[in-house]
């Protein structure tokens, strides 16, 4: 069983920036894919981040083109934990942001996950 519990989300202003974390526990972390999504009101959850694991300490991170640019995925295996940066936050970012992790051991489609945490709220203020 994974654990993922996010924190760091809050209300903003128009142009300020926070930093989401996700700590993982119960697996190897950095053996399988994690990401980033959020969820706005009434909309559908969007696909922000698609981080794989390349290396020891090292990830490669797929980064939407909506938030491209301002948002950065980051990752530290001492901590097993992810973070999303991000900047230049406009009230359209408004919404519940979720951390996921994959198990591993087969073939996912790209929006595929199998863990998700609890979600954290950001609000940003016009």
Not at 52 to 58: I, R
Not at 64 to 82: M, W
């Amino acid at each position: 069983q994974v654990q993922l519990v996010e924190s760091g989300g809050g209300l903003v202003q128009t142009g300020g920036s926070l930093r989401l974390s996700c700590a993982a526990s119960g697996r190897t972390f950095g053996k399988s894919g994690m990401g980033w999504f959020r969820q706005a009101p009434g909309k559908e959850r969007e696909l922000l981040v698609r981080m794989t694991a390349t290396g020891v300490n090292s990830w490669k991170a797929d980064t939407a083109d909506s938030v491209k640019g301002r948002f950065i995925a980051s990752a530290d295996n001492t901590k097993s934990t992810i973070y999303l940066q991000m900047n230049g936050l406009k009230p359209e970012d408004t919404a519940v942001y979720y951390c996921t992790a994959r198990s591993g051991g087969r073939n996912y489609g790209p929006y595929e996950f199998d863990y998700w945490g609890q979600g954290t709220q950001v609000t940003v203020s016009s």
